[in-house]
């Protein structure tokens, strides 16, 4: 039996063909010059920014000690994205992860597992259970409740250095 390919697939395919991503711009193209003007198409870049946008992670478990356990069975790029991002702005956090399966993929027909992505940015991991010893280790120097008392925001407001001599003197008061 001949394999049937969609309409949609044969018009992308031609639209490629002819230098354009889809067979709307083929069209355009076809109307710019029908109206006798040049064909300028896709010859300028226009640099932009996205925006800041405000997340809030919220974390799974806290043991006593302040490490964070974050309990993992899919572990997709922009959950990975967004570790990064906590650990870039919040170094303090000591953030580790327990996987249903530390040897699953990171993605299909990757060769990078779970296991390796951690190792490669030095979060520490389990595979199915939180290892006794975590609950015995001292635990960050600043305990995540005392670092992120000023709301979710608060912590990145100010000065990063202003706002960890800020942290460990509450601490002290405490």
């Not at 002819?18 to 711009?25: F, P, T």
């Not at 991002?85 to 027909?109: D, W």
């Not at 006794?132 to 990063?160: C, T």
Request: with cysteine.
């Amino acid at each position: 039996m001949p394999r049937v390919i969609p309409d949609w697939v044969r018009a992308k395919s031609a639209a490629r063909k002819a230098g354009y991503r889809s067979g709307l711009e083929v069209s355009l193209g076809e109307e710019i010059k029908a109206a006798g003007h040049p064909v300028i198409y896709e010859e300028h870049k226009v640099p932009y920014l996205v925006p800041e946008t405000r997340h809030k992670y919220t974390f799974d478990f806290l043991l006593a000690n302040g490490i964070i356990i974050e309990g993992k069975g899919i572990f997709d790029a922009t959950d990975r994205a967004k570790h990064l991002y906590v650990r870039e702005q919040y170094p303090e956090l000591e953030i580790r992860f327990v996987f249903s399966n530390a040897r699953a993929k990171i993605t299909a027909g990757s060769h990078t597992t779970l296991e390796d992505w951690c190792h490669k940015y030095a979060f520490g991991f389990s595979h199915k259970h939180i290892p006794l010893a975590w609950f015995k280790e001292p635990g960050p120097a600043i305990h995540p409740s005392v670092l992120l008392a000023e709301g979710p925001y608060g912590y990145l407001k100010r000065n990063p250095d202003a706002a960890r001599e800020e942290a460990l003197r509450r601490a002290k008061l405490r």
